[in-house]
């Protein structure tokens, strides 16, 4: 009888765990968003500002910076404005840096940290930074170096990091 059972349990636990798996996405089908931005409006509402790298199709082709931007009470209310302009589905998975307008964590940060630690699809790695210019300025400028924005501004601060700012990251 227990054999029966544990060969029953050993088949049907495949079976089972099958549809419990992630659909794939395709990079090509999605917004991978890199980096995300938040400043001050008023004492209810911000505004967020994500930041995301396309390369279109073709082989020489260079990426292409694409600039959302919505204002709202909550950080969910933002990525579901977001969300609503962007023609395809948005992905914060690969999200590397936060930027915190410097008025807006004068007013307190916390909500928002709060939400992206407990968001399960951001990783460890996530470097914060406040800065005094606004977060939206800063995400949507060009910049002279051929890499996306995104991974400029990345770069930019991890080189910082290893030279004269002490090593944090969001946890």
């Known amino acids: 009888m ?7 349990c050993c088949s ?3 079976i089972l765990l099958a549809g419990c ?6 990079l ?6 890199q ?5 001050y409006v008023n004492s209810e509402e911000f505004e967020g500002t994500a930041g995301s790298s396309n390369i279109p199709p ?26 609503a302009e962007a023609a395809r589905p948005i992905v914060v998975g690969r999200v590397g840096l936060v930027i915190f307008n410097q008025e807006l964590a004068e007013h307190g940060i916390e909500n928002q940290i709060d939400n992206l630690q407990r968001n399960p699809s951001i990783g460890r790695k996530l470097l914060l930074v406040v800065s ?10 060009t910049y002279s170096q051929s890499d996306s924005v995104s991974q400029y501004l990345i770069d930019v601060v991890e080189q910082n990091l290893e030279q004269t700012i002490p090593n944090v990251n969001l946890h």
């Open 2 to 8: 227990n054999v029966k059972y544990c060969l029953c």
């Open 12 to 14: 049907l636990i495949p």
């Open 21 to 26: 798996t992630p659909s794939p996405k395709i």
């Open 28 to 33: 090509e089908d999605i917004q991978l968003v």
């Open 35 to 39: 980096i995300f931005g938040y400043d």
């Open 58 to 83: 073709g082989e020489q082709s260079m990426p292409v910076n694409e600039v959302f931007s919505a204002t709202g009470k909550t950080s969910k209310r933002i990525r579901q404005k977001i969300q």
């Open 132 to 141: 005094k210019e606004k977060a939206k300025d800063i995400i949507d400028s």
